[in-house]
């Protein structure tokens, strides 16, 4: 019901609920801030599709990025900090005093606001991409590997992320092919020993030119030095990295690069007073625990500025 949130104005929004929100809440709500999560999907972002974490501070055998998030939506929650999903913020307001946030169930207003919508998909763009999704292309390995048990998949990307996913998936498929779409990049050299270890992992270095099926995914067409090459898979995961989700706050007023990631100082501060941002929205170490400092810097720099403005 609209309005239904109009007499309550929360200390802090944080927009986004990953690893840097989750932080931001935990931090601000445990100092006594009045704290809403906003989140359009489910929690965790990219993280919660990590199978295994392994680089976090504190758990020297790894964790995985669902039980991780888990974790920190009980802290923040134990702390009174509000999350709600899925709940996709439509508008924002950052002109009047208390700000405003639009979403489908309503209005919620807040003092200062903490933008963490970390990043969304790069597309492929190629013929049966979007027409195949939900039939055989995933963006989420931790998702819908178990989906595909011996049978054969693509993975689309050569990057660190694209690695790890297929040594993830090749748990479940029976063959696995890494497509380096658009080239190599730079990756961890002992992700890469353990993939080419895989029995059942391949490379090829090739550009995909469409997906195809009837119903589901069949194959894929691939264009190399050998020419033009059709492939036969039952499933693609296409693992191009992200880019910043930063297109409602730009359009509130936030400044942002030439990359859309949005411009910050050390204190996390954007370019209007009382908003902050932090995670890979701003394009910072891009990893769980730079998100998770960021949101506790972020965090902090609200509750001065709340204390403040509420004297």
Excluded at 63 to 85: D, H
Excluded at 206 to 221: E, F, W
Excluded at 275 to 285: H, L, R
């Amino acid at each position: 019901m609209w309005g239904v949130k109009m007499n309550v104005i929360y200390d802090v929004i944080v927009i986004g609920a990953g690893p840097a929100g989750l932080t931001a809440a935990i931090y601000a709500s445990r100092m006594g801030l009045k704290t809403l999560v906003l989140e359009a999907n489910l929690p965790g972002g990219r993280a919660a599709e990590a199978p295994l974490i392994e680089n976090f501070p504190g758990f020297p055998e790894g964790i995985s990025g669902v039980e991780l998030i888990e974790r920190m939506i009980k802290q923040a929650e134990n702390f009174g900090a509000e999350i709600r999903f899925p709940e996709e913020v439509l508008d924002i307001d950052l002109k009047g005093f208390p700000r405003s946030v639009t979403c489908r169930s309503g209005k919620y207003y807040g003092y200062s606001v903490i933008i963490a919508t970390g990043t969304q998909r790069k597309k492929i763009t190629v013929p049966g991409e979007s027409e195949f999704l939900g039939r055989g292309v995933s963006y989420c390995a931790i998702c819908d590997a178990p989906f595909f048990k011996d049978k054969t998949v693509a993975v689309i990307g050569f990057n660190n992320e694209a690695l790890e996913d297929a040594l993830y998936i090749s748990n479940f498929a029976k063959k696995v092919i890494v497509v380096a779409h658009g080239g190599r990049g730079e990756v961890d050299e002992d992700l890469l020993r353990k993939c080419s270890e895989k029995m059942n992992i391949e490379f090829r270095d090739a550009n995909v030119k469409s997906i195809n099926g009837d119903i589901y995914v069949k194959s894929i067409t691939l264009v190399g030095q050998a020419g033009v090459e059709e492939v036969s898979v039952d499933g693609v995961f296409i693992v191009l990295g992200n880019v910043p989700a930063t297109t409602i706050v730009r359009k509130a007023g936030i400044m942002v690069d030439e990359r859309g990631c949005i411009r910050v100082d050390r204190m996390q501060s954007t370019n209007i007073e009382g908003v902050f941002a932090a995670g890979d929205c701003t394009c910072g170490g891009m990893q769980v625990a730079t998100a998770v400092g960021e949101g506790a810097m972020a965090a902090l720099q609200a509750y001065r500025y709340v204390k403040r403005v509420k004297r």
